[in-house]
């Protein structure tokens, strides 16, 4: 019994391993440049559009912030992972991924870290039906965010380039 839960425990850890470094050795620096741009170009329209309306008091649909948070702290994680070395403007011209992200690493995670907390908080006040909690909780949303790029898409930041 030992060693059939160990296998699986190592099974289970190999195929972590594998599945986090494939990201970065299975695609090209454009691929992966790609796949961060179309996660962020998707999170307002699909996630944070509806959450924001419900803060914004413009809806009361709280269930559907629960659902919406929960699918962007899904992109999130996707999304933390798709910064490999040798994808930055030296590989990809016209990523707006700065420089920074790769020599300021700590802070770019701990900023990604901090917009993945405060998602998962709003969509925790959601879980329990108060709307107030969700509302308290989108300034923190919104100030996770723009740690990394300010304010609208065409705007810079410290780890973007400006449109």
């Known amino acids: 019994m030992i060693r059939i839960v160990s296998a699986l425990a190592l099974a289970g850890t190999v195929a972590a391993f594998s599945t986090a470094i494939s990201v970065?050795?299975?695609?090209?620096p454009a691929e992966v440049a790609k796949a961060r741009e179309?996660?962020?170009d998707h999170l307002w329209p699909n996630y944070y559009r509806d959450i924001s309306q419900v803060?914004?008091?413009?809806?009361t649909d709280v269930?559907?912030?629960a659902t919406k948070a929960a699918g962007a702290v899904d992109a999130l994680k996707k999304f933390a992972t798709l910064f490999p070395p040798g994808s930055g403007?030296?590989?990809v011209p016209t990523t707006r991924a700065k420089p920074e992200i790769w020599s300021q690493r700590a802070e770019f995670d701990k900023a990604t870290s901090d917009l993945i907390a405060a998602t998962t908080a709003i969509g925790e006040a959601a879980k329990s039906g108060n709307v107030e909690a969700v509302k308290a909780q989108w300034p923190k949303v919104a100030e996770a965010c723009g740690a990394c790029h300010g304010g609208p898409?065409?705007?810079g930041g410290k780890f973007r380039f400006e449109e």
């Open 153 to 155: 898409k065409k705007s």
């Open 24 to 28: 970065s050795w299975a695609q090209t």
């Open 38 to 40: 179309d996660i962020m």
């Open 89 to 91: 403007r030296e590989a």
């Open 55 to 59: 803060a914004r008091g413009n809806s």
């Open 63 to 65: 269930a559907a912030v």
